[in-house]
């Protein structure tokens, strides 16, 4: 039977939902740069023009905040990281002022502790003044863009990760700064923040551990399938998956898996290469091979992929594009299983409070369908210091005391997620999460893998479209062959790189 979700009026459309996780609101992202990245355009210039064109029909975001901060009533002395890790650095004594944007108006409470970490800092520093400016999500591409292209950029800014390696505008993380996140950081959030060789700074967006499997409870049930045995491999998961979906004469009536299949096609590359990740080394190679020298869209194992991607729909008949949008269908009770990030569980919450569901870690690939376990890939940003800064020694200084012991879990308890530092794994808060054990397991037990969203070569935007193309190519044309379909993205990746002088 299905559930009801609050008369069906539900909250979220095209998968951009508006909750406290950032992944609620990537997929606007996402598609909004695929369409200027896809060009093929090198200037930065194009870029600004594109996005400072596409404005007015983002003029309902949020105002834009940028307020110094108040000095706080009671602050405790203390050294800042650079005066620990660095002790050779003489403090300056003129008066200094830096300014830290972000974008993370949609986590409520941020703003004000972003304020409230800056007046302690200048307590602790009272020569150096920090403003804090709260950009509209809406509008946040245009600004950055307007701002990298004048050298007005911000000291520190919280930056969606493409785009600021895009732009060139990070600087490097200074050796004291890296040691500091060395010796505190998990192994995984580490890894979140290294592209290539290079820490520009720390992972910004929420710690998790990306897309995870959702599963109806209820309709495990019904089927006769334990509820509390989620599939772990692709062959369990096919299994499971048959015996879940329905059928009333010709037409699916639930289905076992839905799969997006519509929007922007970004987001849709984005769920494909997760499915392919069983197939693919990924703690070596994704998109690239080690050395992010060529692509490897056309090694076996993406082709290998992209066949069971197909075979989703045409070959074992668990899904259709013919369903509600997945997040839609699954809480319909349309679609048993889905792969969506942390956000969805507060969707669900939202939307619907009846479903009866459980998370655990994506399917790994094992003999004779994929040979690898699939790792956490969540999206990402980076909190650094901008390139233009006239006083980065200060600026870096005051970014990684944003993460300090303190101040760290202040912002991950605020905005969701797990923390960064080793010493907080076990708090009673994270616990309480309800991907924790799934968190666990995707980043500890399963191989870190070499995220997309850090590409050095800028590319992986208008990379991930194609294969949102490709996917669609494979869920809806019964003839669609993988291996040319995966050997023309190869042939595609070539000339971009060529394009871009690798």
Known sequence: MLLSLKSCSLKARNDQVQCPNILSWTSTLRTSVTDVICTGKKGLTALMILLLAAM?????GA????????????????????????????????????????????????????QDIAAEYSVIHPNVSISVREIPNAQQR?????????????????????????????????????KYMEEFFTPYSLSLARVKDSYYGWCGCEIDAGQMLYYRKDLYREAGLDPENPPEFLPDFINAAEKLT???????????????????????????????????????????????TDVI???????????????????????NTTLPKPIEAFGLGLAAMTNRESFFAGWL?????????????????????????????????????????????????????????????RISKNNGGMSRLKTAQDDPFFKELPYYKVFQTMTKERPIVRNVYLDPNTLQAELEAKLGEIAVELLTNEKANASELMKDMAAYGRKRLKEIGM
């Open 349 to 409: 919450k939202d939307n619907a409070p009846d479903a009866e569901y459980g998370i655990a870690p994506l399917a790994s690939g094992k003999s004779p369908i994929g040979r690898y376990k699939t790792g956490a890939m969540p999206w990402l940003a980076i909190n650094g210091v901008m390139s233009d800064s006239k006083n980065p020694d200060v600026a870096w200084d005051f970014n990684m005391y944003m993460v300090n012991d303190k101040n760290e879990l």
């Open 297 to 319: 869209f056309d090694n076996q194992g993406w082709i290998d992929g992209a066949q069971f991607f197909h075979d989703l729909v045409f070959k074992y008949k668990v899904t």
């Open 142 to 178: 245009a600004i950055w863009s307007a701002a990298f292209e004048s050298h007005t950029a911000p000291d520190i800014g919280w930056v969606e990760a493409q785009v600021g390696l895009m732009a060139k505008t990070f600087r490097p993380a200074p050796g004291w700064a890296i």
């Open 63 to 114: 105002q834009e905040k940028e307020e110094a901060a108040p000095a706080p009533a009671v602050a405790a002395m203390e050294k800042t990281p650079i005066e620990k890790y660095n002790p050779s650095f003489s403090f300056p004594a003129e008066k200094i002022k830096l300014s830290y944007w972000h974008v993370l108006g949609t986590r409520p409470g941020f703003h004000q502790l972003a």
């Open 246 to 292: 329905k059928w009333e004469g010709n037409r699916m009536s639930q289905a076992g898996v839905s799969l997006r299949y519509a929007g922007g096609h970004q987001g849709i590359g984005d769920k494909f290469s997760k499915y392919v990740a069983a197939f693919v080394d990924t703690s070596k190679n994704f998109y690239y091979n080690e050395s992010y």
């Open 56 to 60: 007015p029909m983002f003029s309902g």
